[in-house]
């Protein structure tokens, strides 16, 4: 594919440049020799890549268009389909991972004999990673390989001598799956890591595992220790770039060396592609609220063993198709719409699983953890009965929805304290509901007496609470887990309490210390020779960075209360919140990072706030997330305090904002600075570090006078606190 006919949009031009997409809006009106379109639409015209890095090299923006841009570049302007040279490109990376030496063999011939021989390279790979499934996967990929997609497999395999196989591929993909964003809607990594914690066997042995709406294959991505992978998606492009995501993945989380992967197209409910196939766990992220499912003519199907669903219950479909690909002890967990747990029409099939023992644990999540963002999901964990085993007595159930973070919301999660509470809850729970399972060793203590009827059972309080089954078997059937977890009384402990009011006590006189007295002034405004943050950047005194990394939820595994920088993303929330870096890197690595040092700058463009902040010590290494702005001043030139606070004011973010009819966006390059000396900055850099510490004082004493304030009324509503 020639260089030339690449084409790139506007916020592929941001992307290329570190700036954003206002950044190239002004671009296109305050140059006139910018690059025209050549293509796309009026509201979202291209550009011909070559005219965009001539003219960013021109105007000093840009040194080289990154290699991986360049390859993204070449995948969009593919005649072909993007999902089918995605496919190609994935089945290249498979060659070049498990036979090096053919690839280099077939990347040393001209284009056209390369173009011949790879088709068969290939087939061979496919055949042993995927058997009798490669013909259709390879179908996708339209079967062959044209002389006209070499170019951009050479360049693809470029980018993995750089990157490695895997992490090209996951780059393509989430590219593919975020310019696709409402066909596809992947699982975030975070449930996915927890939904197979929560499915994986007790013993360390490797697992078959199945998931029947794979998706891009989040969930069978996050498998440990797998044996072998089995994927149904309905949509046939997915499924083989699914296929592609397993096996260049799989292997290097294996215990067992190559993993089988077996990944099929089709309606799971009606075509069921593993109609044979038993599993030790099924994940599965199903569609919710499907009114077409195939009820009238599954009515006699044998998977409906808890009953025939209702039309309105597909996720009970989902629920008895997952127990029935199960080896008897089986795990499945199916993330779930919360109306499922309280739906009267689905009211017997509930009843049904709580009497043979199939339903084990409901742990209700945060909104925001997972689409839809707006609600929060339940998890669903099932385990197939055995024959002869006695249904166990009690059910889990966990509410997270106090372990969400300050503020909650999709991306102000505390997800590594939900994660946490989540597997800590599960582990003790199970350890003696599954013969085979090894719980935590625990020192033998006499039977306690039996609960008074409708006590809390033993569990953590306001988290997780184990209820009778019995207790479950009412006219509702609602498994709801906010109906079965009391809540934490926030009041219960006076002795907290007071430790909380004399913290309270300190910080605001604290606070009053350090409340800064206002100098006396003149009375009229004053007029000082002015600069911009553009201006600064061109004359070298400051550089800009916009942040491009997108920040997941933070893994499972314990982590340190201040986890290192160099693991972390700053976030937009984290900005406006004043909290320490809560992000976490995604799993593919991104070497283009911006990393923040010591006396960086950052402001948030989004929202036409004046928040401001300062990077310390403490967050020097952690990468910059996305809708944020780095200013790094040259200390010899300008003072970070300084340039910090003239940047809050309310005047000057004013006047640098664009305004659209949903959102409000910051340009940062027209934030105004008076010209001073040096010294003058630092006198009024001082007394803005000031003004951040008292700030900062200020949130810490609304944080604890609601958390005292709360606890009281908790206190005195629950009889632990005297009114006296």
């Known amino acids: 594919m020639p260089e030339s006919a690449s084409e790139v949009t506007a916020a592929g031009i941001a992307r290329l440049a570190g ?114 499934d490669r013909h259709a996967l390879l179908a996708r990929a339209c079967l062959e390989f044209p002389r006209q997609a070499i170019p951009f497999l050479r360049s693809v395999g470029e980018l993995a001598d750089e990157l490695g196989p895997r992490q090209t591929y996951e780059f393509l993909l989430g590219r593919f799956l975020d310019a696709n964003i409402r066909q596809y809607t992947p699982t975030p990594p975070g449930p996915a890591a927890l939904m197979a914690a929560l499915a994986a066997p007790p013993q360390a042995s490797a697992a078959t595992v ?62 069921d592609a593993f109609p044979d196939v038993t599993v030790d766990a099924v994940l599965c992220h199903p569609p919710f609220n499907e009114r077409n499912w195939g009820h009238d003519e599954l009515s006699y199907d044998p998977r409906w063993e808890y009953g025939l669903p209702a039309r309105t219950e597909s996720e009970l479909a989902w629920v008895q198709h997952a127990l029935a690909r199960l080896r008897p002890g089986g795990t499945a967990v199916l993330l779930m719409p919360p109306a499922a747990a309280s739906r009267r029409s689905g009211r017997r099939i509930r009843a049904g699983l709580l009497r043979r023992g199939a339903l084990r644990a ?62 800590d809850a599960w ?11 090894t719980a935590p060793a625990k020192p033998p203590a006499t039977p306690p007496a039996a609960p008074a009827a409708g006590a809390p059972q033993p569990g953590r309080t306001g988290v997780s609470r184990a209820v009778p089954v019995i207790e479950l078997l009412d006219d509702d059937v609602d498994l709801a887990p906010a109906r079965h977890v009391p809540p934490a009384a926030a009041g219960g402990d006076v002795a907290e309490l007071e430790r909380a ?84 890197l995604p799993d593919a690595p991104d070497d283009e990072s911006v990393r923040l040092e010591a006396g960086d700058v950052v402001v948030p463009v989004l929202g036409g706030g004046s928040v401001v902040r300062v990077v310390d010590e403490r967050d020097a290494g952690a990468a910059l997330g996305r809708n944020l702005q780095l200013l790094r001043p040259d200390p010899q030139a300008l003072d970070p305090w300084f340039l910090a606070g003239f940047l809050r004011g309310t005047a000057n973010t004013r006047q640098a904002s664009s305004y659209a009819s949903t959102a409000t966006r910051l340009d940062v390059r027209r934030l105004q600075l008076p010209r001073l000396p040096l010294a003058d900055q630092r006198r009024y850099g001082a007394r803005f570090h000031a003004l951040a510490a008292f700030e900062e004082a200020l949130r810490l004493a609304g944080r604890l006078g609601e958390q005292l304030v709360q606890g009281l009324y908790d206190g005195l509503t629950e009889g632990t606190v005297r009114p006296d």
């Open 427 to 437: 582990l003790a729970f199970s350890g003696t509901d599954d013969p085979g399972a």
């Open 210 to 271: 199945l998931d029947p709406a794979a998706g891009a294959g989040t969930l069978l991505r996050a498998v440990e220790r797998p044996a072998a992978l089995y994927a149904q998606e309905a949509d046939p492009d997915l499924t083989a770039l699914t296929a592609l995501r397993l096996a260049l993945h799989a292997d290097a989380v294996s215990a067992a060396g190559a993993v089988c992967v077996r990944a099929r197209s089709g309606d799971t409910l009606r075509a």
């Open 19 to 132: 700036v954003g997409r206002a950044a190239v809006s002004n671009w296109r009106r305050r140059h006139a020799d910018f690059p025209k379109p050549v293509g796309g639409t009026e509201t979202s015209p291209a550009f011909a890549l070559s005219d965009v890095e001539r003219w960013l090299r021109e105007q000093g923006k840009l040194a080289e268009v990154p290699l991986r841009e360049r390859v993204w570049q070449q995948l969009a302007d593919s005649p072909a389909t993007a999902a089918a040279t995605l496919t190609r490109a994935g089945f290249a990376l498979l060659l070049l991972r498990e036979r090096p030496s053919t690839w280099q063999e077939l990347t040393a011939r001209p284009d056209e004999r390369m173009a011949e021989l790879l088709p068969t390279a290939v087939e061979q790979v496919a055949s042993v990673r995927f058997g009798d």
């Open 501 to 584: 009011r004399a913290k309270l006590t300190e910080t605001l006189r604290l606070t009053g210390e350090l409340a800064p007295a206002p100098t006396a002034g003149t009375a009229e405004r004053a007029v000082w020779p002015t600069t911009t943050v553009g201006e600064l950047a061109r004359a070298h005194a400051l550089s800009l960075r916009a942040g491009t990394t997108a920040a997941v939820p933070a893994p499972a595994a314990p982590a340190p209360a201040r986890p290192s920088p160099r693991d972390a993303v700053l976030t937009e929330q984290d900005v406006l919140a004043g909290a320490p870096p809560t992000g976490a």
């Open 362 to 423: 409901v742990v209700s999540l945060p909104a925001g953890a997972a689409p839809p963002y707006g609600i929060p999901l339940h998890l669903w964990v099932l385990r197939k009965p055995a024959a002869g085993q006695l249904p166990p007595p009690e059910v889990l159930f966990v509410d997270t929805a106090d372990l969400s973070g300050a503020g909650g919301g999709r991306d102000r999660l505390d997800w590594q304290t939900v994660q946490n509470a989540v597997l």
